[in-house]
């Protein structure tokens, strides 16, 4: 999960996939031993400028012939949250369940209405997780590292901007 863009993220995207790929063989093993290496990520951004496409499915296939797919060892799966939400009717079965949980988990009137049991699973989880009193702790400690992070980021734009037009 992917919270806020930042410039090198389609690189590290990839980078960590095909690492987990190549970590999978030891000296002398054969290439045929790989499995796949799928990766899910769920965005909190618009990655691309497309506004009627949220889910994204990247392969290794040729350019001209897209049809032809090299290897299926690796494949990135990527869910832009926002436009989800919205592109998905709350119909639309488990995938709309799962992109309702990460976008609406604390709107009580929008879970109540999911009936995907692992999607109800995972709410009765944090629930209990909620009540732990370390685990309140440690989910504030995160929100204000992540509030802190945005003002100081914002802190040094303006001190930037400032020092430019001085210069």
Same mark, same amino acid.
């Given at each position: ?5 930042h410039?090198?993220w389609?690189?590290?995207s ?17 290439? =045929?031993?790989?499995? @796949? ?13 497309? @506004? ?5 499915c990247?392969?290794? =296939? ?16 990527? #869910? ?8 998905? @009717? ?19 009137? #929008? ?14 989880q ?23 992070e ?5 802190a040094?734009r ?7 037009l001085?210069q």
């Amino acid at each position: 999960m992917q919270v806020r863009r930042h410039a090198g993220w389609n690189a590290r995207s990839t980078y960590y996939l095909a690492r987990t790929l190549s970590n999978q063989l030891k000296n002398g093993d054969d290439y =045929r031993e790989l499995k @796949p290496v799928i990766g899910i990520h769920l965005v909190d951004f618009d990655l691309f400028d497309v @506004p009627d496409q949220a889910l994204w499915c990247f392969e290794l =296939r040729d350019r001209t012939q897209p049809h032809i797919v090299l290897t299926g060892e690796l494949q990135l799966n990527v #869910i832009e949250l926002r436009k989800a939400d919205r592109l998905l @009717p709350q119909h639309a079965g488990k995938l709309a369940a799962w992109v309702a949980w990460f976008e609406h988990w604390q709107e009580e009137s #929008i879970m109540s209405a999911i009936t995907h049991r692992p999607v109800q699973q995972a709410m009765e989880q944090l629930k209990g997780l909620s009540a732990d009193d370390e685990m309140c702790r440690l989910a504030f400690v995160r929100e204000r590292a992540l509030h802190d992070e945005v003002s100081f980021t914002n802190a040094a734009r303006e001190e930037g901007r400032a020092l430019g037009l001085e210069q």
